[in-house]
Structure formats: structure tokens, C-alpha cells
């Protein structure tokens, strides 16, 4: 009470101060024929510097909001629906405690009417609420709109607008007065240091095989030698070479980022597209066969003969084609390499600039030794001599390529629900394939290229027993918890393999079998009905982080706690590929220009996160008030921390019971 007082006293103190401003909003209307029954009434406002009209949508508590109604009865036409607003600012209010959401300098609302009496010429409509500063003036406005002479808009409104009612309550259940969220920033996943130290890591790899090692020796020695008239000369020329070697794997990235800036979404529909990922499957077999010497992956022999011919240009542009005839050359070895990190890049959330930055690191790690050699020859002689260890590394990563094979299969799987490659046939795949790598490490198995091996070193034994391990981990993931009645999940395989409830064994069509719904108007009824703040969940069939934050932070009971008791779940899959509704398939904008068309629901949930929330990373967790619409506190993406992400949970839930 003595908080109200005092802000009645500041009230007027205030207005009898600024008595003298009488009309802070400068009004202008227009009308817009749609049809020959329907127009839209365009009320355009210009708001004088530090003052606030408030939105038809504000917090109940706060400023009066804009109400548009007939200025008196009448049967002659009726309003559809509410006004369209344009773009208003939300911000907490310390007096009222409550967020509100506002105007500044200029706002345009267009209220549609349509009109049951053809006769009818004008139109009033009155419009009140509040205009602020530090004191409020009401305002109470009447408008009257003539629709004589007015020509139908050339420009008819589709479902295409974001802001267009019909989208809203069509795909998602609600109203523009329902849907008052929060846009938030996007939440990168990974950093694109994580990506580049794993894209260093595959060229560090490349190194160790019979394609790129023995290049080393060879080229460091050309360039000391045409150095020796001039020893910085050769040096520059080196390090000039190691820098044109990343910037060839660099150039290779530059139409993703066409693709990314055409269509944001284009990578992650690539990632989950069934039949790519069929494709990729095929492709990592084909190389894991490569590697194991059954056959060379070879470029065309012109390409090689083009570059070579271009190193006789000698400069600056010499050393650039030397580059490129290495990468070219080498291409049998770093190919399949460069398939993993492209594959695991689509796979990704942070598209291109991932791409980018793993091409950046692989070229880092490949051009480096090149320059680091050339300053310090005498390094040279610390090196291992080539020998059969170079054919072993391309056995092993050949393992490795079949075993990520059927990552992309099981994406297919996933995405599709075949119910092929489920937990059970997955992990016994992973099971035989690194038990053959266990066996070839201890020499039991030999493939074509492989060297006479008089005696097992110490690496290949102490390889094969940490391969052995693996093995037996892997089938440590067919224990049971009698909690949940599925599969431990095994956090090494997070994302890799498919979820645990993805069985034939113990089926579970929910999270840690907690309440989940996959249906937005189902699961906001739900939680109006029991009074919970909800969580949307944005995920993925093939996302790695969701399965992460499924198996091994949801499980955990202090965050199991909050997700069974406290919230209502509603998971919304990003890449499901069932087909909607024909009534639901609508063509909708993009939020950076552009439309697209809506076909199955897993477009219906990105849409619904790119438009409402201004991100399209998974996974991506959301609270909000389900009788007020109100975004609880700053959305989350991937969150690993317990106490991070409890915090995160609990501020909702205080918001929840305080707002």
C-alpha cells in the first residue's frame, strides 16, 4: 500500500511539472481494401522522445494496454480479431514488478474489419490506453476511417506473415495475446575452438599416413636447398607453403556459406535428410575399405598434371600450386578424413563457421610441420623413419570409418523410425567391428598392405588392450536400470549410438520414462489443467548434445526432481520427418527474408523456434507460463553443468510462482 501511495504521489508531482505537454502522440490513419467485405485500418503513432505507448499485450498489473473497439454499437461490420502490432520492446518494471511491453518513437497498429452491411462508408473506431514518461497521460482517441475510393491492396496478406494470426492459431494454438516470448540469442552449442582443436586433431592424423609423412622429408629438403644462396629466402617460401596449404582446405568451406546464407536451416535439413545419410553411410564404408588397401582413392590424373605444371610459375604463385598438388596427391589418405569432419559438420548446429573452423585446424596441423622443418632442419632427424607403422594408422582409422558408418545410418533410422538399427543391433555392430580392430592390433588379422611383422611392439599391445577395454565397455551397455527399465546409457557413446529407449528389449517412448508430450497445444491444455510452468524442449532424433542432456543430466535427481514434479515436458523434434496435416502446410517467412514452405512437423517445430525465439540450435530449453505465455527467464542450449543448469530450472519455477 505505501508503495502505491508513493508512486500516486510521484504521479502527481510529476504531471502538475510537465503540465504543459499536452499531446506526446501525434496520430495518423489509413485504410487498406483487402476484399470487397474486408479491410484493414492502419493507425500510425508518433511518440515524442522517452515516451512509452504501451501494447495491446502488456502484463495484466502494469500500464493500461491499447484496446481498439467500435466507438458504438453497431451490427454494420465486426473486428477480426485483435490488431497487428508492430515490433515493441519488453521490459521488466520495478513498481509494478511485471514485464511490459511497449512502444517507442513510432508504432503502427492494423486492426481488420469486416463488413456486413455492403452500404456501409465509414468506419469509427475508438481507441484508449496509456502514453508514459515518468507519469502517464491517458489516451483516449476516436478515428474515423472512410472507405470510399479505396482500391483492393495489389498486395494480398497471405499466412505468410510471422505476425499473421491465422499462422499462429492454426500450427501452434495461439493468439499474438498468448504468444508475448522472449527473443533470445542463439546459444552456440560448441565453440569453434572445440571444432578447430578436432580438425587440428584429423590433421595431426593425416600426418600419420604413407600419403602425407614421407612428403614431409621431401619437401623440406627442396625448399633448403633452393634456399642456400639465400637461407630466409627458402624459410619464407616454407612457411608461404604451410599458409597455402590451409588456405586450400579453407577455400573448400566457401560454398557452405553460400548454402548458409541462401537458407539458415539448409545444413541442418541436410543432416537429417534420410537419404544423404544413407549416402554418407555408404561413403565412410567405401573409405573404410580405402584404408584397409583394398583399393586407392585417386583424383583425376589431370588435376595432379594441371597443379604440377603450375609450379614451374616459381614465386609466389609456384608455391601456392605446390599446395595444391599435395593436397591433391594426399587426397587418398585425407579424404576420408576430410568426409568426417564435412559429415560431422552437417551434423552440427553451427553449420559453415564449424566447417570453417575444423578446415582451419586440419590445414593448421597439415601446412605446419612444412614451415616449423624448414626453419629447424636438424628437427628432422628426431623423426620416426617410414615404415609399416604408416600402413597400421591407415588400418586403424579404417576401423574407425566403419564404426562412424553407422552413426549415419542410425541417423536415417532415427529420423524415419524404421526400427532397424535400434540399441540392441547397433552396439553389437560397434562390438564386432572393434573386436576386429582389437585382433588385428595383436596381429590375428592382416589385410593387403600390411608389413611382416616378426613381433608385437609395445604400442600395438598396449593399443589392443585398450581396444579390448572398449570392448568390453561397449557391452556394459546392455545392463538394465530397474528404475527406468531401460538401457544404462554409456556416456562415451552419447549421440553416437541411438537413444536407449530406442530398443527392441525395453521400448520406451519417453526420456528416463518421464511424462513428455510431442504435442504443443497437448502439453500447454496439460499443464494449464495441473498448474506446472512447462519446458519446451527443441530436439532432435540426430542431435548429439540432446542425447547428452537426455542420458546424462536429465537422469541425474536433482534435475530429475525438477523435470517428474515441477514442469510439464513438451518435446518438439526439429528434424521429424512425418508429413503434416494438407490443412497445416502453409507457407511461412523466414525470419532473415524469404518463405518457405512448411511440409512435415519437424519443419512446423523449427519455424516455431526461429520465429518465436530467434535461434535454431538443439537442443534448446524454453520455461514459460502456460496461462500467461510469459518466457519465465532467458532460454538455455546445451548446459552439461548440474548446478548450471538446476539453476536454470529453479529460476523458472521462483519466476513461475512469483510472476
Not at 458504438?72 to 477480426?80: A, F, G, R, S
Not at 480479431?81 to 511491453?101: L, M, Q
Not at 587440428?200 to 642456400?228: E, R
Not at 593399443?463 to 528404475?483: E, H
Request: charged share 15%.
Amino acid at each position: 500500500m505505501m508503495k502505491n501511495i508513493l508512486f500516486l504521489f510521484a504521479l502527481i508531482v510529476y504531471t502538475s511539472g510537465y503540465a504543459q505537454v499536452i499531446a506526446p502522440v501525434k496520430w495518423t490513419t489509413s485504410v487498406e481494401k483487402i476484399s470487397e467485405t474486408e479491410y484493414d485500418l492502419v493507425i500510425n503513432a508518433e511518440i515524442e522522445d522517452g515516451w512509452h505507448v504501451y501494447s495491446q499485450y502488456t502484463a495484466e498489473g502494469g500500464s493500461l494496454p491499447i484496446v481498439i473497439d467500435k466507438n458504438e454499437p453497431t451490427e454494420d461490420y465486426e473486428l477480426v480479431g485483435k490488431a497487428i502490432e508492430s515490433d515493441t520492446i519488453r521490459k521488466y518494471n520495478d513498481i509494478f514488478e511485471v514485464y511490459e511491453s511497449y512502444f517507442d518513437h513510432n508504432a503502427t497498429l492494423k486492426q481488420r474489419v469486416k463488413l456486413n452491411n455492403s452500404n456501409t462508408s465509414t468506419i469509427t473506431l475508438n481507441l484508449t490506453g496509456q502514453v508514459c514518461k515518468k507519469a502517464c497521460i491517458q489516451i483516449d482517441e476516436v478515428f474515423t476511417f472512410s472507405l470510399s475510393g479505396v482500391t483492393t491492396n495489389n498486395e494480398t496478406p497471405t499466412v505468410t506473415n510471422s505476425n499473421n494470426n491465422d499462422v499462429n492459431i492454426m500450427l501452434y494454438g495461439m493468439t499474438p495475446d498468448e504468444v508475448k516470448l522472449i527473443e533470445s540469442s542463439s546459444v552456440e552449442q560448441k565453440s569453434l575452438w572445440t571444432i578447430f582443436a578436432l580438425g587440428f586433431l584429423g590433421g595431426l592424423l593425416a600426418l600419420l599416413t604413407p600419403c602425407v609423412f614421407p612428403m614431409i622429408p621431401l619437401t623440406v629438403s627442396f625448399f633448403t636447398k633452393s634456399g642456400k644462396s639465400s637461407k630466409g629466402s627458402g624459410i619464407s617460401k616454407a612457411v608461404l607453403y604451410g599458409f597455402f596449404i590451409l588456405l586450400v582446405y579453407l577455400i573448400l568451406s566457401i560454398p557452405f556459406h553460400l548454402l548458409d546464407s541462401v537458407n539458415p536451416d539448409i545444413l541442418n535439413e541436410i543432416s537429417t535428410n534420410i537419404w544423404l545419410n544413407i549416402i554418407f553411410f555408404a561413403v565412410f564404408v567405401f573409405f573404410a575399405f580405402s584404408f584397409f588397401g583394398y583399393y586407392e582413392l585417386t583424383l583425376p590424373a589431370s588435376w595432379t598434371t594441371k597443379t604440377t605444371q603450375g609450379e614451374n610459375a616459381g614465386g609466389i604463385v609456384g608455391v601456392f600450386f605446390m599446395a595444391l598438388t599435395l593436397a591433391i596427391v594426399s587426397f587418398s589418405c585425407t579424404g576420408p578424413i576430410l568426409g568426417s569432419l564435412l559429415a560431422g559438420s552437417l551434423s552440427s548446429d553451427g553449420g559453415a563457421w564449424q566447417l570453417t573452423a575444423g578446415m582451419a585446424g586440419f590445414g593448421v596441423s597439415l601446412g605446419l610441420p612444412f614451415a616449423i622443418f624448414a626453419m629447424f632442419p636438424n628437427m628432422m632427424n628426431a623423426l620416426p623413419k617410414s615404415g609399416g607403422w604408416l600402413n597400421t594408422t591407415k588400418v586403424i582409422l579404417g576401423f574407425l570409418e566403419l564404426a562412424l558408418a553407422f552413426k549415419f545410418l542410425s541417423n536415417a533410422d532415427l529420423v524415419k523410425r524404421w526400427g532397424i538399427l535400434k540399441i540392441e543391433p547397433f552396439l553389437i555392430i560397434w562390438i564386432i567391428i572393434f573386436s576386429g580392430l582389437a585382433l588385428y592390433l595383436f596381429a590375428k588379422i592382416n589385410f593387403p598392405h600390411d608389413s611382416p611383422l616378426k613381433k608385437l611392439t609395445f604400442p600395438r599391445i598396449a593399443g589392443g588392450i585398450l581396444v579390448t577395454s572398449f570392448v568390453i565397455y561397449l557391452a556394459s551397455g546392455f545392463r538394465v536400470n530397474k528404475d527406468t527399465n531401460t538401457y544404462i546409457p554409456l556416456t562415451l557413446l552419447s549421440g553416437l549410438a541411438p537413444p536407449v529407449g530406442y530398443s527392441w528389449l525395453f521400448p520406451s517412448e519417453s526420456t528416463n520414462n518421464l511424462k513428455t508430450f510431442k504435442d504443443l497445444k497437448e502439453g500447454i491444455a496439460y499443464a494449464k489443467a495441473v498448474n506446472k510452468p512447462v519446458m519446451i524442449d527443441f530436439t532432435g532424433y540426430a542431435c548429439v548434445n540432446c542425447r547428452k542432456m537426455e542420458e546424462h543430466v536429465w537422469p541425474l535427481e536433482k534435475i530429475d526432481n525438477y523435470l517428474r514434479n515441477e514442469y510439464v515436458l513438451i518435446s518438439l523434434y526439429v528434424d521429424d520427418k512425418k508429413d503434416l496435416p494438407d490443412e497445416e502446410r502453409v507457407e511461412v517467412n523466414r525470419v532473415n527474408g524469404g518463405t518457405r514452405l512448411l511440409k512435415n512437423y519437424g519443419h512446423k517445430w523449427a519455424n516455431f523456434q526461429t520465429q518465436f525465439f530467434k535461434s535454431n540450435s538443439q537442443p534448446y530449453y524454453v520455461l514459460f507460463n502456460p496461462n500467461t505465455f510469459e518466457v519465465l527467464n532467458e532460454p538455455v542450449a546445451y548446459t552439461p553443468d548440474e548446478d548450471e543448469y538446476a539453476k536454470f530450472l529453479q529460476s523458472g519455477i521462483n519466476n513461475f510462482k512469483t510472476r
